[in-house]
């Protein structure tokens, strides 16, 4: 493999870590809110 295509398949890991990251926070607010929410609820 040249060195472009090395850089290029890093580029996309690189991308590929992000996303699976973002989308891992995005999992957890989600549940967060919903936790609280659930929370609230049982308060009433």
């Excluded at 992000?18 to 049982?42: C, T």
Aim: aromatic fraction near 14%; proline fraction near 0%; hydrophobic fraction near 45%.
């Amino acid at each position: 493999m040249n060195s472009a295509g090395s850089i290029k398949f890093l580029y996309a890991a690189y991308i590929a870590t992000w996303l699976i990251h973002a989308l891992y926070i995005g999992s957890l607010v989600r549940r967060y809110s919903r936790l609280r929410r659930q929370m609230k609820d049982l308060g009433k």
